[in-house]
């Protein structure tokens, strides 16, 4: 299988050090080449949302699977407007990497694959629109993952601990779910296996509140917790305040019955004991 990569963030960049050796080709795109980073053994084109090259169009075009993790615009997606016409010409197999925000408020009540959207906000808006045009791009066979908060190395509570970023923000009754990196790479493996197109949500079993992730993270380094701030009254951006907007227990019980995945960190308890035992923190 020839593999092509929309966006090769965080968690595409992932799933190829733990799954690139199951495909005959790795392809992908990142906004400035120069910045390739870890991404040795993959041929790397740019794309930042206008016209792409002729070799990206056709690396596209050869592709058999397509992993999708460029987010939408204000004007739509800009990989549908860019590519839109090539990947309609034949079939393939399109995995593409949304978010369990399009759910949007429930006051913590569970949520699952067959709950309507209903976001208010126009990012949560804007992917459901996205989701809806990789489906039919793909003519059915997309696989959309929405994923819960990402952690894994280099991005979690402990590393914001040892930063001295992290903060203990209090809002009664809210909860996140939450996915480390390891289980979004066999939920994506899972997808690209699987038969034919759906829609899963990719979290970890226990949607908790955002605080007792950060004491549990500093009780690991034992250390003290930041101080409690109110959510009321915290000076926070508009953007980290609109990630409390929403508040749901999301069931990833459909991605283990269909996709067959077994979580590697079911809680992130799980997540942050794997990642201390691996120097993360200290």
């Known amino acids: 299988m020839r593999l092509f990569i929309l966006g090769l963030g965080y968690s595409a960049r992932h799933f190829v050090r733990k799954h690139g050796g199951s495909f005959s080709h790795l392809a992908g795109t990142v906004r400035d080449p120069a910045q390739r980073g870890d991404l040795a053994g993959i041929d790397v084109d740019a794309f930042s949302g206008g016209p792409p090259s002729r070799e990206t169009v056709e690396q596209t075009r050869d592709a058999d699977v397509l992993l999708v993790s460029i987010p939408p615009g204000s004007s739509g997606d800009p990989a549908i407007a860019a590519f839109g016409d090539v990947l309609a010409a034949r079939r393939r197999k399109v995995v593409y990497l949304s ?50 908060g990402i952690y894994g190395p280099g991005r979690n509570a402990l ?26 790479a066999s939920a994506i493996m899972a997808a690209i296996r699987h038969e034919s197109g759906g829609t899963w949500n990719v979290c970890d079993d226990e949607p908790a509140p955002p605080q007792d992730v950060i004491v549990y993270a500093a009780k690991l380094m034992g250390a003290p917790p930041p101080p409690e701030e109110d959510f009321a009254t915290a000076e926070m951006s ?24 077994t ?4 809680t992130y308890r799980h997540g942050l004991d794997a990642l201390w035992r691996a120097g993360e923190g200290r």
Not at 113 to 141: F, K, N, V, Y
């Open 159 to 184: 590393a914001t601990l040892r930063a001295g970023k992290a903060r203990r923000i209090i809002k009664p009754g809210q909860v996140f779910n939450r996915i480390h990196v390891d289980d979004i």
């Open 238 to 261: 508009a953007m980290a305040r609109s990630f409390y907007a929403s508040s749901a227990r999301v069931s990833n019980a459909k991605l283990k019955r269909e996709l067959g995945v």
């Open 99 to 148: 978010t369990i925000g399009v759910y949007g408020d429930h006051d913590g009540g569970w949520v699952d694959e067959s709950t309507p959207p209903q976001a208010t906000l126009d990012r949560a808006r804007m992917r459901i629109a996205a989701e809806q045009a990789w489906m039919d791009i793909a003519r059915g066979d997309a696989a959309i993952l929405r994923l819960a």
């Open 263 to 266: 979580l590697v960190h079911p």
